[in-house]
């Protein structure tokens, strides 16, 4: 029964949109930096995923050249984001993100 | 088959991504992360991206999240988050929002519209002889070598600027050596109050305040 389905590229872009929603919405309703950044990492891979899929879909080695950069620029951010998220716990015990809406030096 | 590998591990990246988002205690989030991650990796297996599934899975589910576990771990963050709002309706305006975002990227998803050049920067299968690695690395050589050179630079900058970011910068020794270094008078008073050293001024102290402030704030919390 399973067999006789056919898997188009329409299935991979309907679960990357469902990744990314799923990713933005956790990104709005959670107050924890380190689990914002993670839903921002959830979010990065849907568009990636939608990049392979148009690569593979318009038969394109480009798409998935650029999913190698935006897997590098993915690690170079949570690299310097781990870095704020680490200096501002040793400023002030707190994990979530209310606590640094002010710009104070 | 191949539609049963994409209906558990669709589940599976559903279910991880979920827990991302609902889990309460961070590692069960990070952990979710994992899972999504390399439902992803299958994915790109299955539509012919070997190269990025086997980078996904080293750098992502293997260095990423490792670096997100450490984080939660040294800082010991592990403990129920508030459920106070300081934008009144920010979540239910968040669920909206979500959902107004899903049944716009469905509606543009769920239909074929894959228009564009077909095979613009070059085809992704060439000849038998090569694989995806080869042809993926052919492309990043020649044409993407510019991009390719800018992002070691990136790399470089982000490493740097992660260790400055997370230094210990609130030694007081490691201060007061530069702080000597550029004024010559600041050793004297390194022990002092914030509010005596201010008035000093000099590039050199005024790097000195944040951390004279963290101190501070330590010293009020214990």
Redesign the interface.
């Known amino acids: 029964m399973?067999?006789a389905?056919?898997?188009t590229?329409?299935?991979?872009?309907?679960?990357?949109?469902?990744?990314?929603?799923?990713?933005?919405?956790?990104l709005?309703?959670?107050?924890?930096v380190?689990?914002m950044?993670?839903?921002v990492?959830?979010m990065l891979?849907a568009a990636?995923?939608t990049f392979?899929?148009?690569?593979?879909?318009?038969?394109?080695?480009?798409g998935?050249?650029i999913?190698?950069?935006t897997?590098?620029?993915?690690?170079?951010?949570?690299?310097?984001g781990?870095?704020?998220?680490?200096?501002i716990?040793?400023?002030?015990?707190g994990?979530?993100a209310?606590d640094v809406?002010l710009l104070k030096? | 088959?191949?539609?049963?590998i994409?209906?558990v591990f669709?589940a599976l990246?559903?279910a991880g991504?979920?827990t991302?988002?609902l889990?309460h205690n961070?590692v069960h989030?990070?952990l979710g992360?994992v899972l999504?991650?390399v439902s992803?990796a299958v994915?790109?297996l299955?539509?012919?991206?070997q190269?990025?599934a086997a980078?996904?899975v080293i750098?992502?589910a293997g260095?990423?999240v490792v670096?997100?576990l450490f984080?939660?771990m040294?800082?010991g963050?592990d403990r129920e988050?508030?459920l106070?709002e300081?934008i009144r309706y920010?979540?239910p305006?968040?669920?909206a929002?979500?959902a107004i975002?899903?049944a716009e990227?469905?509606f543009?998803?769920?239909?074929?519209w894959?228009t564009?050049?077909?095979?613009?920067?070059?085809?992704?299968?060439e000849d038998a002889g090569y694989n995806?690695i080869e042809?993926?690395a052919r492309?990043?050589f020649t044409?993407?070598l510019w991009?390719f050179e800018i992002?070691a630079a990136?790399?470089v900058?982000?490493?740097v600027?992660?260790?400055?970011?997370?230094r210990?910068s609130?030694q007081p020794a490691e201060l007061v050596d530069e702080g000597d270094a550029a004024t010559g008078e600041s050793g004297t008073n390194a022990g002092s109050s914030p509010s005596e050293r201010a008035p000093a001024g000099g590039p050199a102290l005024s790097r000195m305040?944040?951390p004279a402030?963290?101190e501070r704030?330590t010293e009020a919390?214990s």
Do not use: K, W
Request: glycine share 8%.
């Open positions: 399973i067999a389905l056919e898997l590229a329409n299935h991979y872009l309907v679960l990357a949109a469902v990744l990314f929603t799923i990713g933005a919405v956790g709005l309703i959670r107050r924890n380190l689990v950044f993670m839903c990492e959830l891979n990636n995923l392979v899929t148009f690569a593979r879909e318009l038969d394109d080695v480009g998935q050249a999913v190698f950069f897997l590098v620029v993915a690690a170079a951010e949570v690299a310097v781990l870095a704020i998220i680490v200096a716990f040793r400023r002030r015990r994990a979530t209310d809406h030096g | 088959m191949e539609f049963g994409f209906v669709a990246a559903l991504s979920l991302v988002v889990g961070p989030c990070a992360l999504a991650l992803v994915f790109f299955q539509q012919d991206a190269l990025l980078v996904q750098v992502y260095a990423v670096l997100f984080v939660i040294l800082l963050v988050e508030t106070h300081p920010q979540r305006a968040a669920l929002l979500g975002v899903l990227v469905l543009l998803a769920g239909r074929t894959a564009g050049t077909p095979s613009a920067r070059g085809p992704l299968e995806n042809t993926v492309t990043l044409d993407f991009p992002t990136l790399l900058i982000a490493v600027g992660g260790v400055v970011l997370a210990r609130g305040a944040p402030a963290s704030d919390a």
